[in-house]
C-alpha cells in the first residue's frame, strides 16, 4: 500500500503492517474525540512514525497514487478531524489492487 504523509512524500507499506496502523489510528481517533490535544500530538507523531519506521520511502521521481493520505507532522487537531471517515484515517482493510 502506498501511503503519502502531506508535505512529505510516499512510503510503500506492506499490508502486514496495517493492524498496527489501526491501532495506532484508534488512538489518534480517540484523542481527536476527547480534544486533547496533547494526545493528539502524540498520536498522530506515533502514527507517523510507524508509516516512515514500516515502510520504504518511494523516489520522488516515481509517479504512483497514493491508496492513504495522512497528515502532516504539525496539523491542527481541527484539520485531522475533516480528513477522518468512519474508520479514521486508516481503512481497516487493504485497499483494492
Known sequence: ???????????EVDDTHLDELNRLDDALGEAIDGGD???FRVALKSLLD??????TAVADDVLVDSDLVLPYDEAHIDEVRELLTEE???PSEPPAK
Open 1 to 11: 500500500m502506498i501511503i503519502r504523509i502531506m508535505g512529505e512524500g510516499q512510503f
Open 37 to 39: 490535544d496533547d494526545a
Open 50 to 55: 510507524e508509516v516512515r519506521r514500516a515502510g
Open 88 to 90: 479514521g484515517l486508516v
